[in-house]
C-alpha cells in the first residue's frame, strides 16, 4: 500500500513524510484566532492524527515531524499557520500551498468556481463537499464554542472532509507543480501568517473618538473643504460645478466615451498625484462615500489592526487584502490611526522607484540602470534625453522633472499618448514628444518589453523568474492590444511580488517583527531602544531579497521611523488628517501631541 501511495506520488522521493493538514478556528474581526481542532494524514503511509483545542493547547509542537525530510501540504496554509502562531508552534521546513498553485496554474484563465478548495476539486473533475455544506461547518466553527458533542464530532469530520480532498488533489495537481519554486512560494505561508498574528499598533481612543464624531465631522468638511472647491450642494457632489472648477484651474481630465468626466475613485486617486490641488477634494469624496469607515476597520481588543492578507490573489501575484478591513486600505489620512504603543517605535520601508530599477534590471538596459542608481531617475532621464542640462537639479528643472516624471509612470502603466497628454495638461504632441524620448534613451527596455508581450503572446504564458506565471488565455485581443499594455506591466509588477514576498519571509526568518506588506513596502516594529539597529538590519535584508531577484541588481529602500508618542502619517494625507481631527475637537482626557 505504501509502495503504491509513493508511486501515486512521484516528485516526492525526496521526502520520508507527506503530511496534509488541516485545521479549524474561529476568529472575530481584528482578533488573532482560536484553534479549534486538527486533522492531519501522512499521505504514504495513511496515518491519521485528529486534535481538539484542549490537545492542541496542551501541544508544544505539531504532532508530526516539520524538518526537511518532510513536505506539509494544505490549502491556502496561512490559515493552518495562524493556527500555529497562536499555539506557539515552529515552522515547517517544506511548505507546499495548494492554493497557490492552483492559482499558478489558472492565473489569467477563468475558473468554473473560484480559486477556493472546492473550486480547485471541481476544476479537475473530484468529487467535492456541497457548497451549504461547508459553509454551515465554516459558520459553526467561526460562531466558536461552547461545541456540543455533536458538533465537536461534525466539526472534527468536516476537517478531516477537507484532508481527504487534499488527498485526492494532490496527485492530480503534482505532475504540474514546479517543487522547488512552490516550496518558495509556500514558505510564505508563514510569513503571511506572522503578519497576521502580529497586527499593526492602533490608536484606538482616537479611532473611537472619530468614530463617535462622524456624522457631525462630514458635515463640517463638506461645509469647510467643500466650499474651497465650490462643487457641492449640500452633500452632493455636483459634476456640472467640478468640471467647471477644472476650466478655472487649467486642469485637464479623463472622460468616458460619452464625453462625460470619468469620476471614479481610481481616476480621482491618479489625478490627485498628478495634480495635487485635487487631493484634499479626492479625500473627501472618498470619506463622503464611506458611511461605516470605521466601523469596517478590522481592530481587535488588544489594539491592533488584522484582516486577511490575501496573498497571491492579485494576477501579479500580489496580496490583496480588504480595503474596507485594512487600515492601509480606505484613504490615505487615515494612516494617522497607526501609532506604536509605549516603548516601541515603528519604520515604514519602502522600495524606492521600484519598477523603474526592475525594468532597467530585467532589459539589461545600461542607460536605464545609471538613471536608477543616480537616486532620482526621473531628472536623471530629462538629463539623458538632453532636455535638462548636467547641473540641472530637482529644483531648478522641477518643471520639466514632472514631466519626465509623468513620462516613465506612463509607460510604466502603459498608457497612450492621448492619456499621457490629459495626464500633464499638454497637447498631444508633447505626450509623444515625451514618449519617443522615453524610446531613443532607453531601447534595450522597449525591445525587452515588447519582446515580453510577443512571448506571451506566441507562447500563451509569461512568467517571473521564480516562475510565478500569468497565462494568456482566449480573451486576448491582440488587435485591440488592451490585453497587451497589460502583459507589458506584468513583468514589473510580478518581479516587485517576488521581492516583497522573499524580503518578506527573510524578514521573519531573522526575527525581525513585521507587521504588513504595502504592495512595495513593509511596516516592521521594534522597541525604541532597538529599532534604529532593526531597520538598519531590514533594510539590508531587503537589499538582499531584491539582488536575489534581480541577479544582482539592487533596489534600495528609504525608511520613516516613527517612535512613540508620535504617530505615522502618510504625506499625501497629512493635511486632510489636520483637519479632521481639528474639526473632531480636542480628545477627552488627552492632550494630542
Avoid at 462622524?214 to 458635515?219: E, P
Avoid at 531628472?379 to 528643472?397: D, R, S, V
Amino acid at each position: 500500500m505504501i509502495t503504491a501511495a509513493r508511486t501515486n506520488l512521484a516528485g516526492l522521493e525526496a521526502f520520508d513524510e507527506v503530511w496534509l493538514v488541516d485545521a479549524e478556528y474561529s476568529a472575530q474581526p481584528g482578533c488573532r484566532p482560536v484553534p479549534i481542532c486538527l486533522v492531519a494524514k501522512e499521505a504514504f503511509t495513511g496515518r491519521e492524527l485528529r486534535m481538539w483545542e484542549d490537545e492542541l493547547a496542551a501541544a508544544a509542537a505539531p504532532p508530526f515531524r516539520i524538518d526537511e525530510r518532510v513536505l506539509f501540504v494544505s490549502y491556502a496554509a496561512s490559515a493552518e499557520f495562524s493556527v500555529f502562531h497562536a499555539l506557539g508552534w515552529p515552522a515547517p521546513a517544506r511548505i507546499l500551498d495548494l492554493f497557490v498553485e492552483f492559482r499558478a496554474m489558472t492565473n489569467g484563465l477563468k475558473t468554473p468556481s473560484g480559486a477556493g478548495l472546492l473550486g480547485a476539486l471541481v476544476y479537475h473533475g473530484l468529487p467535492a463537499m456541497e457548497g451549504t455544506e461547508k459553509t454551515a461547518m465554516r459558520d459553526l466553527a467561526i460562531r466558536g464554542g461552547p461545541f456540543t458533542a455533536e458538533e465537536r464530532q461534525a466539526l472534527l469530520d468536516y476537517c478531516a472532509e477537507d484532508v481527504y480532498a487534499l488527498e485526492r488533489l494532490l496527485p492530480r495537481m503534482l505532475p504540474r507543480i514546479d517543487l522547488p519554486r512552490a516550496l518558495l512560494r509556500g514558505r510564505y505561508g508563514w510569513a503571511v501568517a506572522a503578519m497576521e498574528h502580529r497586527g499593526i499598533p492602533i490608536d484606538v481612543p482616537m479611532c473611537e473618538h472619530l468614530r463617535t464624531r462622524w456624522k457631525d465631522i462630514q458635515a463640517a468638511l463638506v461645509a469647510e473643504v467643500g466650499a474651497r472647491y465650490g462643487v457641492f450642494e449640500g452633500t452632493t457632489f455636483k459634476r456640472k460645478k467640478f468640471a467647471d472648477w477644472l476650466i478655472t484651474n487649467n486642469i485637464p481630465w479623463p472622460r468616458l466615451e460619452s464625453g462625460q468626466l470619468e469620476l471614479n475613485d481610481k481616476v480621482f486617486r491618479s489625478m490627485a498625484k498628478a495634480y495635487p490641488a485635487v487631493a484634499e477634494l479626492r479625500e473627501l469624496r472618498s470619506s463622503l462615500g464611506q458611511m461605516r469607515l470605521f466601523d469596517d476597520l478590522a481592530i481587535g481588543p488588544d489594539g491592533r489592526n488584522r484582516t486577511a492578507i490575501m496573498p497571491f490573489s492579485a494576477r501579479t501575484g500580489r496580496n490583496q487584502p480588504s480595503n474596507a478591513k485594512f487600515i492601509f486600505g480606505p484613504s490615505r489620512w487615515l494612516r494617522g490611526l497607526i501609532k506604536p504603543g509605549p516603548g516601541m517605535a515603528i519604520a515604514y520601508l519602502d522600495y524606492g522607484q521600484q519598477e523603474f530599477g526592475i525594468a532597467a534590471a530585467l532589459a539589461g538596459d545600461g542607460a536605464m540602470a545609471e538613471a536608477y542608481r543616480s537616486g532620482d531617475p526621473y531628472l536623471a532621464f530629462g538629463k539623458q534625453a538632453g532636455a535638462i542640462p548636467p547641473e540641472g537639479t530637482k529644483k531648478t528643472h522641477a518643471g520639466e522633472r514632472a514631466l519626465f516624471k509623468a513620462c516613465v509612470l506612463a509607460v510604466q502603466y502603459g498608457m497612450g499618448e492621448e492619456a499621457l497628454a490629459d495626464r500633464i495638461g499638454q497637447p498631444v504632441d508633447t505626450a509623444k514628444r515625451l514618449l519617443r524620448l522615453h524610446r531613443e534613451t532607453y531601447p534595450a527596455f522597449w525591445r525587452w518589453s515588447q519582446a515580453a508581450v510577443d512571448r506571451a503572446m506566441l507562447l500563451g504564458r509569461l512568467e517571473t523568474v521564480f516562475g510565478w506565471p500569468i497565462h494568456v488565455g482566449p480573451s486576448v485581443d491582440p488587435v485591440k492590444g488592451a490585453n497587451a499594455r497589460s502583459l507589458a506591466n506584468f513583468p514589473c509588477q510580478a518581479h516587485g511580488a517576488e521581492m516583497l514576498r522573499l524580503a518578506c519571509c527573510m524578514l521573519v526568518e531573522a526575527g525581525i517583527g513585521l507587521c504588513a506588506p504595502v504592495h512595495d513596502a513593509v511596516l516592521v516594529e521594534a522597541p525604541l531602544a532597538t529599532i534604529d539597529a532593526e531597520v538598519e538590519r531590514a533594510q539590508a535584508i531587503m537589499a538582499e531579497a531584491s539582488r536575489i531577484v534581480l541577479g544582482g541588481f539592487e533596489i534600495g529602500t528609504d525608511a520613516d521611523v516613527v517612535k512613540y508618542p508620535d504617530r505615522y502619517m502618510d504625506e499625501a494625507g497629512e493635511a486632510f488628517w489636520n483637519t479632521v481631527t481639528r474639526l473632531a475637537g480636542p480628545l477627552e482626557g488627552r492632550q494630542e501631541c
